[in-house]
């Protein structure tokens, strides 16, 4: 039997013990949000005890408060900091990768090829 940590495991995987390339890239979704929220997958939070990184960070998801997703070493260093809208694209990629339905999340090389574009630099005319 494959095993997992908790936050990273794909339902499909959770429920009904199937594992595939498409729990990978479920797995890989949770572990994006992680890095550039700063936010471990399930953290203890008062007074409602354990919230997932999905529990918060939808609210700001679905109020286009993408610039709060953030994890604060990165909002607040002196370095560039991302555009809303290349972190709206990175957090569209985290929620495709984290459908409940696997067929609906991309595959990989997908994933891969958007953030290869993300990390391009942008060119001004």
Not at 2 to 14: D, I, N, Q, S
Not at 108 to 118: A, E, G, N, T
Request: charged share 15%.
């Amino acid at each position: 039997m494959a095993g997992g940590t908790y936050g990273y495991l794909a339902p499909e995987f959770v429920y009904r013990n199937e594992l595939t390339t498409k729990s990978d890239v479920y797995s890989f979704g949770v572990l994006l949000l992680e890095i550039i929220s700063g936010r471990r997958p399930s953290q203890q939070v008062e007074p409602v005890g354990w919230q997932s990184i999905f529990e918060w960070a939808t609210p700001l998801v679905q109020a286009h408060r993408y610039p709060e997703l953030l994890d604060p070493l990165i909002s607040s260093s002196t370095s560039d900091i991302p555009e809303a809208g290349n972190i709206q694209k990175v957090v569209d990629l985290v929620y495709a990768c984290t459908q409940n339905v696997p067929s609906m999340r991309p595959r990989m090389c997908h994933v891969v090829h958007q953030l290869q574009l993300l990390a391009q630099p942008t060119v001004t005319k």
